[in-house]
């Protein structure tokens, strides 16, 4: 069976206020075993940290919490990250990935894609001939 998802892990090593275990504190980006990444955090963070590490702030250690972001991928069965095939007006068409987009695409008129002036408000059927009338073009501005 194809996987629908994939997972991105990520630790947080937490520190507490006192008396809000679990739902108040400072989170700061570690390794599984709880070493912050101290380099990748901003000035602000930097401090918080430290003030926590020191115990200075009146936070409990609150040990490392596992985030688990799951990723959905192609329903093509790839495996691959999928992205929005959107047409010219936004309109969402499929989700793709570099293997299946371009069967995926030719399965829409390429004009869809092109420009946003595409006809619309018509059956999707190829007509016999030009249309001359399209209530559309009777300068309907926004
Ligand atoms: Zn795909």
Not at 123 to 134: R, T, V
């Amino acid at each position: 069976m194809a996987q629908t998802h994939r997972e991105i892990v990520s630790y947080e090593l937490m520190f507490w206020h006192e008396g809000h275990v679990g739902n108040w504190g400072f989170g700061f980006p570690c390794t599984e075993a709880g070493v912050v990444m101290r380099s990748t955090l901003n000035d602000g963070a930097a401090k918080n940290y430290d003030e926590c590490a020191a115990g200075v702030n009146g936070t409990i250690a609150g040990g490392v919490r596992k985030h688990v972001q799951r990723i959905a991928l192609c329903p093509c069965g790839s495996g691959q990250d999928r992205d929005e095939l959107s047409d010219a007006r936004g309109i969402f068409c499929a989700f793709v990935c570099g293997d299946c987009e371009a069967t995926k695409r030719a399965k829409y008129r390429p004009e869809i894609f092109a420009s946003a002036s595409y006809a619309h408000d018509e059956p999707i059927d190829d007509d016999d001939g030009p249309h001359m009338s399209n209530s559309d073009m009777d300068g309907e501005m926004p």
